[in-house]
């Protein structure tokens, strides 16, 4: 089993998906930086990363995904046979997705001070960005299905509060918010 990071679009010096791996010990970790995409990129660039990925993704990996990367790992979901897992972190996707039978659970991320992914909801909606973008990241997943769990960073017993676009993978936060998301996984996988 490997965990996939796949990060958003971003610039250097964000804090990203990235500064998970020293808390990943004991897993193989694949980080495929596909670089600096601009958001009107993501409606044609992102299935071009899908069809670069898919190859490399088992049936028993984990993706760990933020903002674009949560959509990018959606497409890849409806293309895979299986995955193990995911978990979606500020995603820039729509909140009444429907979980594909590839994959078993996802846990999704999320604070209201998420400005970004409200703003992907409005490019999804002119059409300017990759469709499936929305405001998961703001205000989490809307939805039946008990195989998606909402986890409000903003509002989680014993946790530090976590508000923005990546706050969570600030050094402080994500000192306390990593060991948690590692040990979702490690129930899940259990």
């Given at each position: 089993?490997?965990?996939?990071?796949?990060?958003?679009?971003?610039?250097?010096?964000?804090?990203?998906?990235?500064?998970?791996?020293?808390?990943?010990?004991?897993?193989?970790?694949?980080?495929?930086?596909?670089?600096?995409?601009?958001?009107?990129?993501?409606?044609?660039?992102?299935?071009?990363?899908?069809?670069?990925?898919?190859?490399?993704?088992g049936p028993d990996d984990i993706l760990i995904c933020h903002s674009n990367g949560c959509a990018v790992a959606y497409e890849l979901?409806?293309?895979?046979?299986?995955?193990?897992?995911?978990?979606?972190?500020?995603?820039?996707?729509?909140?009444?997705?429907?979980?594909?039978?590839?994959?078993?659970?996802?846990?999704?991320?999320?604070?209201?001070?998420?400005?970004?992914?409200?703003?992907?909801?409005?490019?999804?909606?002119?059409?300017?960005?990759?469709?499936?973008?929305?405001?998961?990241?703001?205000?989490?997943?809307?939805?039946?299905?008990?195989?998606?769990?909402?986890?409000?960073?903003?509002?989680?017993?014993?946790?530090?509060?976590?508000?923005?676009?990546?706050?969570?993978?600030?050094?402080?936060?994500?000192?306390?918010?990593?060991?948690?998301?590692?040990?979702?996984?490690?129930?899940?996988?259990?």
């Amino acid at each position: 089993m490997t965990i996939h990071l796949i990060h958003g679009i971003r610039s250097v010096g964000d804090c990203t998906v990235d500064e998970m791996v020293p808390y990943l010990t004991g897993f193989e970790v694949a980080y495929p930086d596909y670089g600096y995409i601009l958001g009107i990129e993501t409606r044609f660039v992102n299935g071009l990363i899908v069809g670069t990925l898919a190859p490399y993704i088992g049936p028993d990996d984990i993706l760990i995904c933020h903002s674009n990367g949560c959509a990018v790992a959606y497409e890849l979901m409806h293309k895979l046979p299986q995955i193990g897992g995911a978990v979606f972190i500020n995603a820039a996707l729509q909140r009444a997705i429907v979980r594909p039978r590839s994959c078993p659970w996802i846990d999704v991320y999320f604070n209201a001070g998420d400005q970004a992914t409200q703003l992907a909801a409005v490019g999804a909606v002119i059409g300017v960005v990759d469709p499936d973008w929305g405001e998961m990241g703001h205000a989490g997943y809307f939805g039946v299905d008990k195989a998606i769990t909402n986890i409000d960073c903003a509002n989680t017993p014993g946790m530090p509060i976590v508000s923005g676009h990546s706050d969570i993978f600030t050094a402080a936060k994500l000192a306390d918010w990593a060991p948690f998301i590692v040990k979702r996984i490690q129930a899940h996988i259990a």
